[in-house]
């Protein structure tokens, strides 16, 4: 049966808006000078044998202020401009008149490690700030040890989720290359102040980002409200969560963002298709946070984005609707049809890991071995997209609302 909530409405709009500014985000943060071609790539590795150079650049910043400092060069472009990789895992790029020096340095690129990235966050955020680490995470928190501790747990079990689902001979995944952070402001306020300077007017509607720029999640105190005393258990914390289902949602999100963009699911600088990133992390953002692992359900029907698509597909789903989200990331971007179009990912990643796994890790890997910086036309989204799955994209598509309908009985 189909039917529409209100409420439910509001707040699937209140969480796709939110994940709407992020993709703002990284295209904004990706979006390198005209000047800028890709030349060379280099891929940074923790294996001793195959860890590319240290290099110490020199080079003006945006405010014009000159600024040294050590990484890995991902990108060297004819003209002489670079992407640099940093020991924290951001990406930075100078163009060659930002450029006044390139240093080849005796030794490899490692990240940084758990003392440096410490200090380097404690100097960064300042008094109020904590570093928790946890396996694979660097949490650097205001919202107290219990909250942190709480949020570790959450993404070093859905870290453990992830690889457990996609880890394959013939998919094999790594570990991340550079530190995996998540940044956690004490409440919204404090984190609207932050998110505002890098989203603008975007930051009002959101709940957290991730950002390939940075490689970071900036993230808040989901339990801390106006006038309510602060979750003192871990069981206060999940009965408090369990009030706002959506926001947790966006946390799982983002984290799984983070986690497929280090772990070799994709890669950070290269054409990434957004129904594909998107498709991955509404695949995993349902929580059951009833059950100790908190994943029981993976693999289920999304029950927020299957109702949109259903609406979808019954009133404004147009015949080349599959053709235009494999060729172009343009309904994201478009207010009118984001909420449509994040639907579909879900709808269609989900038809396609449940129907055609093989193929689309197959997909998958193509995607994560495309060059640094190298934007594929719509054309060229499609073919590739065709070079795996066949040519005949009709029959595909009746195949893909014939399984939806079946699973949204
Ligand atoms: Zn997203």
Same mark, same amino acid.
């Given at each position: 049966?189909?039917?529409? /909530? ?21 295209? *904004? ?15 940074? =590795? ?9 290099? @110490? ?21 004819? /003209? ?7 020991? /924290? +895992? ?8 930002? #450029? ?57 079990? #859905? ?23 998540? &940044? !956690? ?6 984190? @609207?102040?932050? $998110? =505002?300077?890098?989203? +603008? ?9 991730? =950002? ?12 801390? $409200?106006?006038? @309510?005393?602060?979750?003192?258990? /871990?069981?206060? !914390? !999940? ?32 054409? *990434? ?16 946070? +009833? *059950? ?45 049809? &984001? ?22 890790? @197959?997909?998958?890997? #193509? ?6 910086? !190298? ?35």
């Amino acid at each position: 049966m189909i039917w529409r /909530d209100y409420r439910s409405d509001a707040l699937i709009r209140q969480a796709a808006t939110t994940v709407c500014t992020l993709l703002v985000v990284l295209c *904004n943060c990706l979006a390198l000078p005209e000047t800028l071609s890709a030349q060379t790539s280099v891929r940074p =590795s923790s294996s001793e044998e195959t860890a590319p150079p240290l290099y @110490e650049f020199t080079f003006l910043d945006e405010q014009k202020q000159e600024q040294t400092l050590k990484g890995a060069l991902i990108v060297e472009a004819r /003209d002489g401009g670079v992407v640099m990789q940093t020991r /924290d +895992g951001r990406l930075l790029t100078a163009t060659p008149e930002q #450029l006044k020096a390139k240093r080849r340095l005796e030794e490899p690129f490692t990240p940084l490690g758990k003392a440096e990235l410490t200090e380097q966050l404690t100097r960064e955020f300042g008094p109020g700030f904590e570093v928790t680490q946890t396996k694979h995470f660097t949490i650097c928190s205001q919202a107290g040890k219990r909250y942190s501790q709480w949020c570790g747990y959450l993404f070093e079990r #859905l870290y453990k989720v992830l690889h457990n689902y996609w880890d394959s001979k013939e998919l094999p995944l790594h570990e991340p290359e550079v530190p995996l952070i998540a &940044v !956690i402001f004490k409440d919204r306020a404090a984190f @609207e102040a932050y $998110a =505002s300077q890098i989203l +603008g007017e975007g930051a009002a509607g959101t709940h957290g980002f991730y =950002s390939i720029q940075s490689n970071r999640m900036v993230l808040y105190d989901l339990t801390a $409200a106006p006038g @309510e005393r602060p979750a003192f258990t /871990d069981a206060d !914390i !999940i009965r408090k969560l369990r009030k706002s289902p959506f926001n947790i949602a966006t946390v799982i999100h983002e984290c799984t963002h983070q986690i497929a963009f280090n772990v070799g699911l994709h890669t950070r600088f290269a054409d *990434n298709p957004l129904w594909l990133t998107e498709g991955m992390a509404t695949y995993f953002e349902t929580p059951d946070l +009833g *059950n100790k692992t908190g994943w029981r359900t993976v693999g289920r029907p999304n029950p927020w984005r299957i109702r949109q698509f259903v609406d979808y597909a019954r009133s404004r789903r147009k015949a080349d609707s599959l053709q235009t989200l494999i060729a172009s990331d343009q309904r994201f971007q478009d207010a009118e049809t &984001v909420l449509d179009t994040y639907a579909e990912a879900w709808a269609f990643s989900y038809f396609l890991i449940k129907t055609h796994r093989k193929q689309y890790e @197959e997909y998958l890997r #193509l995607i994560a071995a495309r060059k640094p910086l !190298i934007w594929a036309t719509p054309e060229e989204r499609l073919q590739v997209f065709q070079s795996v799955f066949g040519d005949d994209l009709d029959r595909l598509n009746q195949e893909f609302l014939n399984y939806m309908r079946q699973i949204s009985r």
